[in-house]
């Protein structure tokens, strides 16, 4: 897969997450994050993109972000960390399955 292609998705996805994300400076600061390592995964995985399905490509770039998504300090109570949580998952599957799309279409 040409890193053109990669950038194209990558530009494609920031400007819907800037729409969808936006009115939030911490969901726009995650999600730029699970933007940059869904670029990131698809560059390691350029050589053989072409040959998986999405669904499997969604399953393997979601696991990379979680993976390597640093999670920021524990702020405030355990109610805060859990819909912190709960809205860092919505954020990173909304970024990985708009990216995915972008770059197979």
Known sequence: MKKIKILKAT????????????S????????EKCLQLCEDWA???S????????????KSCKKYVKENLAKDE???SLFF???MGIIVKLIVDWIVNNFIYNLKK
């Open 74 to 76: 524990a702020v405030g």
């Open 11 to 22: 530009e494609s996805t920031r400007v819907k997450m800037l729409n969808k994300f936006g």
């Open 81 to 83: 960390s859990i819909v």
């Open 24 to 31: 939030s400076k911490n969901n726009v600061k995650i999600a």
């Open 43 to 45: 560059i390691i995985k």
């Open 47 to 58: 050589g053989s993109m072409d040959e998986i399905d999405i669904k499997s490509a969604k």
